[in-house]
């Protein structure tokens, strides 16, 4: 990652500039030696300068000591200026990094996180709400009009905040959940709730069911954990109930995690007859469910069935909500439902990890909840929402019909973009990253999927989402006649 760029108006020549700038990034240690340099030619596109200015300066570096390369392996930094003249040689970095016990990201998922903060990008893959649509006025005025005695800036208890806890009890009960404050607990959103399941109630080796695709393959919280991942297939209707206990015989799975409820990435929604088979199926099974709700209040037509959680009398499912995708994924707040023994388990793994989530969020959150606003802002949000579905349906109607079939999401934020043609997804993605369009792959969610998008219309403005849609049509018709 560079943010640097040489002085154009500057009489120091160009090379001198770059060269300098690299031997301050290797002097102060942050290009640690073992660093491998990105390539000549994006070097060259990184600084806007020609490839001949980046060889000067390299070439200097490496008369110095201080990088060394040829064109197969690449440029990396093999001294830095005080280990020149030091005894001992300077950490080794790089062997820290890659001993750690934490999975690093996909490349994909790391080239995506980088490339959503990069200005004239168009993200038509992000999974979250656009600035547009967050309510920034009201939470600031809501912000605007604590008083000091009204909330606390120390520490909260281990469940959370009680008065949000409180209101979340509320909010559950209006959906068909009925739970008792100690078996609520407030998460710094639903991947933390995940991350606290998987270092507190499953041994390592262990195994997990999941639909195919998943969002949890994009993140690494539970195989970090050595636990594996057993993809079950879906259809239209959700999760394949029918297949569950083979699959779970032929891994000894430990539990399943489903998205019931708009799906991430495919959005779709179980059925009422699905959900009712997958209760059944798993009590036979003793098969404990998570079920992530995030999405649950994403809907345009018609409200989803009630929870998994809402039909639970055995305590089979731990149940995880948010306000990240309907009201702000900067608050970092969300919360899981379970038995009082796993809500004490996690609360008390989440004390050692952050000692709380963030007493002001949590009396944001909870101002929210409990005045009513949640509500109103809900009604707001499915009709711009449902708006920006039906636009984005219309351009794959029009752009997309001749290489691609997808469904109609009846709610959340994503269409599963199946490709009809035939085309090198890693070429796809890199050439749509050179022309300012953001794609999130199938195989970030199902590594054997190369044929699908996950497109989004939550995110990328409206004018956005006209143009990458349509130059994205164009990139697919182009690259699947270069590769028939």
């Not at 090379?15 to 030696?33: D, M, P």
């Not at 060889?55 to 990088?67: C, M, N, R, V, W």
């Not at 005025?141 to 979340?168: A, K, V, W």
């Not at 009846?410 to 490709?419: D, H, N």
Request: a neutral charge; glycine letters at 8%.
């Amino acid at each position: 990652m560079i943010d640097w760029k040489p002085d154009f108006s500057s009489n120091i020549p160009l090379y001198i500039q770059i060269k300098e700038h690299i031997k301050n990034k290797i002097s102060l240690g942050e290009w640690a030696v073992g660093t491998k340099l990105p390539s000549q030619r994006a070097l060259a596109e990184l600084f806007a300068v020609n490839r001949s200015t980046i060889i000067s300066a390299l070439s200097d570096l490496t008369a110095e000591g201080l990088l060394e390369g040829n064109t197969r392996s690449g440029t990396r930094v093999v001294n830095n200026a005080w280990n020149l003249l030091a005894a001992s040689p300077p950490p080794d970095w790089n062997a820290y990094v890659q001993s750690g016990t934490y999975y690093p990201n996909q490349p994909t998922i790391q080239n995506i996180n980088r490339a959503e903060f990069q200005e004239g990008i168009v993200r038509l893959g992000t999974g979250e709400l656009s600035p547009e649509l967050l309510p920034s006025e009201q939470m600031s005025h809501i912000l605007g009009s604590c008083r000091m005695d009204s909330f606390s800036l120390g520490y909260e208890e281990p469940l959370g905040n009680r008065q949000l806890r409180e209101t979340i009890q509320d909010y559950l009960r209006g959906i068909g959940i009925h739970a008792s404050l100690a078996s609520i607990m407030v998460v710094s959103g639903a991947l933390q709730g995940l991350q606290l399941i998987s270092m507190g109630l499953l041994q390592r080796g262990s195994s997990i069911l999941l639909e195919k695709p998943s969002y949890l393959y994009s993140v690494h919280v539970f195989q970090s954990c050595a636990i594996k991942l057993w993809g079950v297939p879906m259809d239209e209707e959700g999760i394949q109930t029918e297949r569950i206990s083979r699959y779970k015989k032929g891994c000894n799975a430990s539990l399943l995690y489903t998205v019931p409820t708009f799906h991430n990435p495919t959005g779709r929604l179980m059925s009422e007859s699905r959900r009712q088979e997958l209760m059944k199926v798993c009590a036979d099974e003793g098969l404990p469910i998570i079920e992530d709700d995030v999405y649950r209040e994403l809907w345009f037509d018609n409200p989803p069935p009630l929870p998994l959680k809402a039909r639970d009398p055995n305590a089979l499912v731990l149940y995880l909500g948010s306000l990240s995708k309907t009201l702000s994924p900067g608050l970092r707040i969300g919360w899981v439902v379970a038995p009082e023994p796993v809500i004490e388990r996690l609360a008390d793994i989440k004390m050692q990890h952050d000692y709380g989530s963030s007493s002001l969020s949590q009396w944001a959150a909870a101002q929210w909840l409990g005045s009513g606003l949640y509500g109103q802002h809900l009604a707001a949000i499915r009709s711009r929402l449902k708006e920006r579905r039906d636009l984005a349906l219309a351009l794959l109607d029009s752009y997309f019909s001749a290489i691609a079939s997808w469904s109609v999401p009846p709610g959340g934020f994503y269409i599963w973009v199946r490709l009809t043609v035939k085309v090198p997804m890693h070429v796809l993605f890199e050439r749509a990253m050179k022309a300012g369009v953001l794609l999130n792959p199938g195989s970030v969610y199902d590594r054997n999927d190369g044929s699908c998008l996950r497109i989004s219309y939550a995110y990328a403005k409206q004018d956005e989402l006209e143009w990458g849609i349509r130059h994205l049509a164009d990139l697919i018709k182009q690259t699947s006649l270069h590769h028939s």
